[in-house]
């Protein structure tokens, strides 16, 4: 961390005492205020309901400018990271901090591909659930219970366990994926093929029966790889904050990636590409292109809490770089699969235009994230809407994990522990139950 020249001054209203704060400069991005010595200094807190303007912690894994609708991971472009590596690279990039040499790569696709199993005995914990349970509840469980197979990688202070813990992750989340979605279907329970891609062994284990032989298309293996890279991380997100509180207790590296993903379940979040696509249905089955308008003016009316789902996000107040990459990803998806003139497709581009054009979506720097095309394409693919998050979490994985690596590695590291500002009740006493 790098202390700027300059320094902020607090000032108060009332006389009290003015404090000075040091500022800090990152590489790139806004300077940050140190308010670490506040409350000792001043008696108070900050409040920052969301985290609007708090930098709850150090990173060098991703960069965002929101302005400029760039997405950077270790400094190099998402476009040309899709366009040029693939999922593994990219996974290699952001835990260790560079893009592996030909060598390095046939390593750590040898260690990923290793340990794409996961302990049979996971089946039986598998099938408490019911069958028709949502995916995300079945990962959320899955992922947790890994902890309790996996013992030998459960310290989160030893940095072989973490690395080993990271590579299991990264490893067994596709398994897992497709364990949920077979076991939701009723069929066998496919095995990882160590002949495959990480996307293509993916496919295969969610598309392959033992009955018949499977090929996997290169086209949608592409396509899912790609999706992968979209989603390996984006910096302090709510799933990765909520990754790094909970790892900041010390608990194991399974139970931190649950949190994550439970966090990840909401529609506010990575929940919002099964929204996406379910509100498409929504409109196509209420008379498609031609209701966009009066769907539109739903979504203006603030009383109607009705969403332009995969549209607007926190920090892109301009075109999600990945919403490109993944319109073009789409486009080649549809072709191979001659559904050029898939009505959803062509309702999703234009809901997308009239949004685009209109005053409300402008004015509030509204346009589509990722989520928008990313469900059209799993669902071409054949992936049904309820794994969509679950895809979303597998992707992930390896940013979570980076990240909280990251956190633990670094000494200043302390346990996260927000403050508030109380608005209840002043101490009582209590009546007794027959005053009350
Ligand atoms: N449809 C209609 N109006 C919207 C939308 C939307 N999708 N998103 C934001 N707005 C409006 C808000 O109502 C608000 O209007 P106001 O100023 O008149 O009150 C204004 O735009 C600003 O929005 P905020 O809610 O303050 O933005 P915030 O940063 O809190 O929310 C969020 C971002 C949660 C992503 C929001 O845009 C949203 O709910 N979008 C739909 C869900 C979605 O697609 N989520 C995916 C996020 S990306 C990801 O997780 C990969």
Sequence with gaps: MKASDTKATLSFSNGGQSVELPIYKGTMGPEVIDIRKLYAQTGMFTYDPGFMSTASCESAITYIDGDKGELLYRGYPIEQLATNCDFLETCHLLLYGELPNEGEKAAFTKLVTNHTMVNEQMQFFLR?????????????????????????????????????????????????????????????????KNDLSYAGNFLHMMFATPCEEYKV???????????????????????????????????????????????LWGPAHGGAN????????????????????????????????????????????????????????????LGELGLENDPLFKLAMALEKIALEDEYFVSRKLYPNVDFYSGIVQRAIGIPVPLFTAIFALARTVGWIAQLNEMIGDPEYKIGRPRQLFEGSPKRDVQPISKR
């Excluded at 349970?133 to 030893?158: C, E, K, Q």
């Excluded at 690395?163 to 994926?177: D, G, Q, S, Y």
């Excluded at 809490?305 to 549209?311: C, D, E, I, T, Y």
Aim: proline residues 5%; contains cysteine.
């Design 128 to 192: 408490g659930f019911r069958r028709d349970a949502h995916p995300m509840a079945i990962m959320t469980g899955l992922v947790g219970a890994l902890s309790a197979f996996y013992h030998d990688s459960t310290d989160i202070n030893n940095p072989k366990h973490r690395e080993i813990a990271a590579i299991r992750l990264i490893a067994k989340m596709p398994t897992l994926v497709a364990m949920a979605y077979k076991y939701t279907i009723g069929q066998p329970y496919m095995y990882p």
């Design 274 to 333: 099964e929204a996406a696509l379910n509100m498409l249905y929504d409109i196509q089955k209420a008379g498609g292109v031609d209701k966009i308008g009066e769907f539109i003016k739903q979504v203006k009316d603030k009383s109607s809490n009705v969403k332009l789902m995969g549209f607007g996000h926190r920090v892109y107040k301009n075109y999600d770089p990945r919403a490109k990459l993944m319109q073009e990803t789409c486009r080649e998806v």
């Design 217 to 263: 298309s290169p086209v949608l293996e592409r396509a899912l790889d790609r999706i992968f890279i979209l989603h390996a991380d984006h910096e302090q997100n709510a799933s990765t904050s909520t990754v790094r509180l909970c790892g900041s207790s010390g608990t194991n590296p399974f139970a931190a990636i649950a949190a994550g993903v439970a966090c």
